[in-house]
């Protein structure tokens, strides 16, 4: 599955150098009043594209597990398209067997559950 996590943000790097002048004790007051000015006006401008980074990572997440999985429809029909007709119709007994024994063993529990329940 692809990862999403490893995209860079472009305007980290914007902000990395706007805190430092900010923090910054070799800056003149003038410098460091226009790195604060400079990132109060970045400010609204990275919040929404936070949010779109963080909208557009969730629809991407869902587009992938969607795409996985259909690779993995994908890849059992070609397996399925491998195995011999015979056996195809011999897995579909053993199923359909399976479920008439599963059937039989609800009617079983419940007629034994009535039974307790009537004793009582």
């Not at 579909?92 to 559950?113: A, H, N, W």
Request: glycine content about 2%; proline content about 3%; overall charge negative.
């Amino acid at each position: 599955m692809t990862n999403i996590e490893d995209t860079p943000n472009p305007l980290s790097k914007i902000t990395e150098l706007v805190r430092a002048v900010d923090k910054s004790d070799e800056m003149s007051p003038e410098l460091q009043e226009s790195g604060e000015e400079l990132y109060d006006s970045i400010r609204p401008i990275l919040r929404k594209f936070q949010k779109s980074a963080i909208e557009m990572r969730e629809c991407l997440s869902v587009s992938f597990q969607k795409i996985d999985r259909s690779r993995d429809t994908w890849n059992a029909k070609a397996r399925i398209c491998e195995i011999s007709t015979e056996q195809l119709w011999h897995e579909i007994g053993q199923i359909t067997g399976c479920i008439q024994k599963v059937k039989l063993l609800k009617s079983r529990f419940q007629i034994e559950s009535t039974d307790k329940i009537a004793e009582k």
